[in-house]
């Protein structure tokens, strides 16, 4: 299982820990030859929200990746307890 710190909103530089997720995403290819899935836990470094839209999700993960969010499939996303 992998891990991934995404950073969002304005909170980049806070000092506080994050939200951590359990999330499963499909990367594709510039060129949309290849995809490839990715799966483990994501700390989420932005303003905690009960409901996060999945577009939101999506491009979150791809500018982490420096992706287009159009790039990014979400399949899966819960947070940990």
Known sequence: MDSFTVLGGSDLYSASMGTKYYTRFLLQTADAAEVDEYSGVVE???????????????????????LESEQVELLNWSPLH
Do not use: G, H
Request: proline content about 4%; aromatic content about 4%; cysteine-free.
């Open 44 to 66: 989420l470094q932005a303003q905690e929200r009960s409901v996060l839209d999945p577009k939101e999700i999506e491009a979150l993960l791809a500018s982490s990746f420096d």
